[in-house]
C-alpha cells in the first residue's frame, strides 16, 4: 500500500470539535523562552492541568503521555480550589549554554499520542509510537558588517502522524460496515473500497471538509465518488447493490455523528485528546531590537503566540522572530 502525503493538511473538523469536549479539564502549557546575545539562553515550561470528579485520565497517564518525569527535570505540586477541582501544576527549567544546544531532542516532543502500553499497536498503517506533538528549535545568530549581530529564532509545532491516524480511523470502521452490511464481500474487495475511500477523504480533506469550510460540499463529494467506484465492487457479490445505499454508509461514516473518532482519541490515543483540550502560550525575550516577528503581542523585546495544538491539523504553527543586537567594529 502507497502510504498517503504526510503533509496534507487537516483543519478543525467537526467531528475533532466534539472531541474537544470530550477530556474532563483542560490544560494551560505556557512556554516562556529568552535567547540571549550570543545564542545561550533559558527555556521555562509550565503546564497547568485542571481536572475534576469526572476526571478520565490518572496522573500517571498525564506523566507518560507529557514525559514531565523528573528525571527530565520537572517537577510538581497540586492545588485545590473551593469548589473541589484540582490542578496539576508541572515545572521545569533548562538552561541552554551554547547555540546547538537549542536542537536537545529532549525538547522537541511536547506530548506523545499514546501511553509507552499501546506504543506498538496500529490504526491502519499507523503506529500509534509515532503520533506525536512535537517542536523544532532553529536558533542562529550571525554577524554582520556593520558590527551588529542578527539573532534569529525559530520554533514550529505540529502534530506528526496525527492526520494519518485520524483517516486510518475512518476508514476502519468503514470496514467493519462493509464486513457487516456485505458479509459474502472477501477481504481483498474490501480493500479496494477502503483504497477508495482513503484517497477520497484525504481530497475531501484539502476541499474543506476538516476546516469547516465547505464541508457538507466536500463530504457529499466524497461520498458519491467512493459509492460510484465501491457499488462496481459489492455488485459482483451484491447484484442488487444500489449506489444510494453505499453513500449512505459511506456519508454517515464521515458525518460528525459518528463516534468513532471520539473512542479513538479516549481509548487509544488519550495523548491526542489532551492535546486538543491544551491551550499554548508560548512567549519569547530577544536581545537588542526586535524587528521581523510573527508574533500576536508584543511587550518590548518580549513576544507572544496562544495556539492550540488543535491548529496544527492546518500545518505547523510557526513561531519567527529576529533582532538585530548592537556591537562594536
Request: hydrophobic share 40%.
Amino acid at each position: 500500500m502507497n502510504r498517503p502525503d504526510t503533509h496534507r493538511t487537516l483543519g478543525r473538523t467537526a467531528i475533532l470539535a466534539a472531541v474537544v469536549i470530550g477530556l474532563a479539564g483542560c490544560m494551560d502549557y505556557t512556554i516562556e523562552t529568552t535567547v540571549n546575545a550570543d545564542g545561550t539562553g533559558v527555556r521555562l515550561e509550565r503546564m497547568e492541568l485542571t481536572r475534576n470528579g469526572d476526571a478520565k485520565l490518572t496522573e500517571r497517564q498525564v506523566r507518560e503521555l507529557t514525559l514531565a518525569t523528573p528525571d527530565r527535570g520537572w517537577r510538581s505540586s497540586t492545588r485545590v480550589d473551593q469548589g473541589g477541582d484540582t490542578t496539576w501544576v508541572l515545572e521545569r527549567k533548562a538552561e541552554v549554554r551554547r547555540l546547538s544546544g537549542w536542537s536537545d531532542p529532549d525538547r522537541r516532543t511536547l506530548i506523545l499520542g499514546t501511553t509507552p502500553d499501546k506504543a506498538e499497536r496500529r490504526v491502519g498503517y499507523v503506529r500509534l509510537g509515532d503520533v506525536v506533538f512535537r517542536s523544532s528549535i532553529q536558533v542562529a545568530v550571525a554577524r554582520r558588517s556593520d558590527g551588529t549581530s542578527l539573532v534569529t529564532y525559530r520554533e514550529s509545532f505540529l502534530w506528526d502522524q496525527a492526520a494519518d491516524a485520524l483517516v486510518e480511523s475512518l476508514v476502519q470502521d468503514l470496514d467493519r460496515t462493509l464486513a457487516q452490511r456485505y458479509p459474502r464481500l472477501t477481504a481483498p474487495e474490501r480493500a479496494a473500497i477502503l483504497g477508495f475511500a482513503r484517497a477520497r477523504i484525504w481530497v475531501a480533506g484539502d476541499e474543506g471538509m476538516f476546516t469547516g469550510e465547505n464541508e457538507s460540499e466536500a463530504i457529499d463529494r466524497a461520498a458519491d465518488k467512493t459509492a460510484e467506484q465501491a457499488v462496481k465492487v459489492v455488485r459482483v457479490r451484491y447484484p442488487e447493490a444500489e449506489a444510494d445505499t453505499v453513500r449512505r454508509i459511506v456519508k454517515s461514516l464521515l458525518d460528525d455523528e459518528n463516534d468513532s473518532v471520539s473512542r479513538l482519541f479516549e481509548a487509544v490515543l488519550p495523548g491526542m485528546n489532551l492535546g486538543l483540550n491544551t491551550s499554548v502560550v508560548f512567549r519569547l525575550t530577544l536581545p537588542g531590537t526586535v524587528t521581523t516577528n510573527n508574533a500576536s503581542e508584543r511587550d518590548g523585546n518580549t513576544l507572544e503566540w496562544k495556539f492550540s495544538p488543535l491548529d496544527n491539523f492546518t500545518g505547523p504553527v510557526e513561531v519567527f522572530a529576529e533582532s538585530v543586537v548592537e556591537g562594536s567594529r
